[in-house]
């Protein structure tokens, strides 16, 4: 069936919403898009007359289409080398959806993201709808195909696995600079003392490079440990300017709400490096340098305004 200029509008309307659902199920902007495409495809051959609700219709189709790419991606990730993180989204893409409270802004963040990937498939969805969408359990119910109390008891499992002790300081773009900057400032110093004392006795530092980039196989913790991998990662060598085709130039900014280095070389990111901020100092370092994750971010980074470098000769 051909899909007329209302039934187009109408998509366009929701492409949003389904984006940022998508984002927040796959932890992947690129595959996220690509599951909005898709859902695209399905809506064109619907039969619309039949579809009494277009919104709670294009929310199904996206959401099993999202349940069968979480199994696959799964099943990668457990063959592939080194860690993974979810794909880095800067403040004002819409695929970050709605942020009108602490909960759908924390569901968006690179460690939730991350804890995510603790939860079933089915338990994500029933997270995600009900925490960031504010969808009824009746609601979620129909699209899971589930009774609405077992969709209750995804719900209390999901949040179990996600109880976190500590919420992440909020922050703008002005505070973000000035977090960054004094990161930046202390990791290129080598002073691992300076570092310490920004970091929580807990913090954690992972990173996923995509093969293209030295990977670890698993996170750096502790205080101590994680400064010295810093000021190690921070001290400039030709060998890592050549795997990143030569010498960045290094911006501050806000992706999945939480301050951000970007990495940039010849109109491309090469790397994002977003922190984790509680009470307790910064708790979380993550560096997603892998290229098939970072398409999304060059392309906003140009259509955008970002303010003058920290640094331009590292």
């Known amino acids: 069936m051909l899909v007329g200029p209302r039934e187009v509008e109408v998509f366009e309307a929701a492409r949003g919403r389904l984006e940022a659902i998508a984002y927040r199920l796959l932890g992947s902007a690129s595959d996220a898009e690509d599951a909005v495409q898709d859902t695209f495809l399905r809506w064109q051959s619907a039969d619309h007359g039949s579809v009494e609700t277009p919104e709670a219709w294009l929310t199904k189709v996206l959401t099993n289409l999202c349940l069968n790419r979480l199994t696959s991606a799964r099943a990668r990730r457990e063959t592939s080398v ?57 609601e979620i119910a129909e699209v899971l195909d589930v009774t609405e109390s077992n969709c209750q008891q ?19 773009a002005a505070a973000a600079r000035k977090i960054v900057e004094e990161f930046l400032a202390a990791a290129l110093s080598g002073r691992t003392d300076t570092l310490v004392r920004m970091l929580a006795d807990d913090v954690i530092s992972d990173g996923e490079s995509g093969g293209a980039l030295f990977a670890l196989p698993r996170p750096v913790t502790g205080e101590l440990r994680v400064a010295r991998f810093v000021s190690g990662l921070f001290k400039p060598s030709a060998e890592k300017w050549s795997l990143i085709g030569g010498k960045p130039v290094l911006f501050a900014t806000v992706a999945n709400g939480a301050p ?11 790397g994002v490096v977003s922190f984790d901020v509680t009470a307790d100092g910064i708790v979380g370092v993550h560096t997603q340098a892998n290229p098939a994750k970072l398409e999304r971010a060059t392309r906003r980074w140009a259509e955008s305004e970002h303010g003058e470098p920290l640094v331009t000769g590292w």
């Open 82 to 138: 080194g860690q993974w993180l979810p794909e880095p989204v800067f403040a004002g893409d819409r695929m970050l959806g709605p942020s009108d409270t602490v909960e759908q802004r924390e569901s968006v963040s690179i460690a939730m993201l991350t804890l995510m990937e603790r939860l079933s498939a089915k338990e994500r969805v029933v997270y995600v709808l009900r925490e960031a969408f504010g969808y009824s359990h009746a």
């Open 154 to 172: 995804l719900y209390r499992r999901a949040k179990g696995h996600l109880a976190a002790d500590r919420r992440r300081v909020e922050v703008d």
């Open 260 to 270: 951000a280095l970007v990495l940039m070389n010849e109109g491309r990111v090469v």
